[in-house]
Each structure stands twice: as structure tokens, then as C-alpha cells.
């Protein structure tokens, strides 16, 4: 079965110290989270598995934001998620390299406002394994989403961080009848097969 690694909004204003929307810093600083996806990530590329990096971004004029959205409108008053802005750059420590591929989504699930969908059919891939922030928001919302479109989901639980652990934890929970959720530590070399 043909995997892609999903890696999600690792970008300086949602993981970085000084983030303009950074309520999962503590946690993926404290699960040692950009190191984990970044070796991830090296594992993957070796045994051919497309390294796939998504990151939320908008205009500097937001006429692309979600209208309804009041997670989207406060990020529109505070400045954060502009594509033109260091707040939208990969976090430090990430490693995106020339072979991956990379999506800008505009709005919470990965699959959001762009082509992931068309891109994942094209390169028939039938699981996923997703990385990133926030468990809570992204991770579950992609997640669904993959379900629903007919793909295999399994959520890298130690690549994964939400503003506590104890809503990290609740999400897991959520995604259980969605999603395999992988078990710390050394899930990686099982998980990520070779066997496209």
C-alpha cells in the first residue's frame, strides 16, 4: 500500500517561541517535535515514501480567510498566517527538502483550499500517516477528511502536539475509529514500509 508522511503547519507562528498564534508551543517544544518529524522525514525519503508539508497561510489583504471563521478573523487582527511574513516560514529545525512537496491550505484541515486531494490520487497513494499541529484542530480535521475520501489514516502520535497533553490525549481518543494511532517509541520503522 502506497503511504505518504503528512507534515502540518510547522511553521513559526503556530510552533515558534514568539509565534503570533502559538498556543502549541510549549508542547512541541517539550515532545521534541521538530526533531522527531525531521528524522521522520529523512526515514521516509529513504525508503521512497513522499514527504508531503502543509502549512496554513493567507494574502496580506485576507480576502482569502474563511469568511464565518472567528479563529481565522482573530488571526486577521493580530497579523499572524500572512504568507508573506517569517510567521509563515517552517519552523527552525524543520528540514523541507527539494524532492517534498508543499501545499498552502486556507483553513484547518490539509486538504483545505488546495490541489492535496488531486496530488494524493495522482501519485496513488492510499495512507496516510500524519504529523503536525495541532492535534486538536489539524490533525483531526485532515484526518476525517482522509477518512472520508477512502484513505487508510494513521496519526504519528509522538509527531503530534496540541496546547496541553491532556487535549493531545482527548483527540487521540476522537480519531480512534477513523485512524490507527501509532504507539511511541519506534513505531517509525514499522509503520513507514517500504512495500509501496
Not at 178 to 187: H, L
Request: aromatic share 6%.
Amino acid at each position: 500500500m502506497k503511504q505518504a508522511l503528512i507534515i502540518i503547519d510547522l511553521i513559526n507562528d503556530i510552533t515558534g517561541k514568539h509565534g503570533l498564534s502559538n498556543a502549541c508551543h510549549d508542547q512541541t517544544a517539550a515532545r521534541n517535535l521538530i526533531a522527531a518529524t525531521r528524522e521522520t522525514a529523512r526515514q521516509a525519503r529513504q525508503r521512497d515514501i513522499p514527504v508531503v508539508w502543509v502549512r496554513v497561510g493567507f494574502a496580506d489583504d485576507w480576502h482569502d480567510i474563511p469568511a464565518g471563521s472567528p479563529m481565522f478573523q482573530r488571526a486577521k487582527e493580530i497579523g499572524a498566517l500572512k504568507l508573506s511574513g517569517s510567521g509563515c516560514d517552517w519552523a527552525d529545525g524543520t528540514d523541507v527538502q527539494k524532492e517534498d512537496v508543499c501545499f498552502v491550505k486556507k483553513g484547518v484541515s490539509a486538504f483545505a483550499g488546495n490541489d492535496l486531494l488531486i496530488w494524493l490520487r495522482k501519485a496513488g497513494i492510499e495512507h496516510l500517516v500524519l504529523a503536525g499541529v495541532s492535534t486538536v484542530m489539524a490533525i483531526q480535521s485532515t484526518a476525517r477528511y482522509a477518512h472520508d475520501s477512502g484513505f487508510y489514516v494513521s496519526v504519528a502520535e509522538d509527531l503530534c502536539a496540541a496546547p496541553t497533553a491532556e487535549l493531545h490525549q482527548i483527540s487521540l481518543e476522537m480519531l480512534r475509529p477513523m485512524a490507527a494511532i501509532t504507539p511511541p517509541p519506534g513505531w517509525h520503522n514499522n509503520l513507514l514500509s517500504s512495500a509501496q
